[in-house]
């Protein structure tokens, strides 16, 4: 088992506008990148558990050129809406950091 901080090169994400966020997970190895493509846990189910989204909300893309993957999804909250904690949507990548990939 391995934690995506711990395997990952890139784990981030940013606003795609007021109302959605975006997580990039990016590896520097093409052969682990596909080891974790193989494993399934990155998916759009994933982002929708961990984001409390709907999974048919999530634009989910693996990139293989890129050994990336990217998910896009509704904000809970539009970026600077009072209650809003991060109107950048630079700090929401965290919840991704601690998923536990069988590898």
């Known amino acids: ?3 995506i901080r711990d395997i990952a090169r890139v784990c981030k994400s940013k606003n795609a506008g007021p109302f959605e966020l975006t997580v990039d997970v990016v590896f520097d190895d093409p052969a682990l990148y596909r080891r974790v493509k193989d494993t399934g846990v990155l998916s759009a189910d994933l ?3 961990l984001y409390n989204v709907s999974a048919k909300s999530v634009i989910f893309t693996p990139y293989d050129a890129a050994s990336a993957f990217k998910a896009t999804f509704p904000r809970l909250l539009p970026s600077g809406e009072i209650g809003d904690s991060d109107v950048y949507g630079c700090q929401q990548h965290a919840p991704l950091l601690d998923v ?3 590898l």
């Open 1 to 3: 088992m391995a934690l």
């Open 47 to 49: 982002f929708a558990r």
């Open 100 to 102: 536990d990939i069988p």
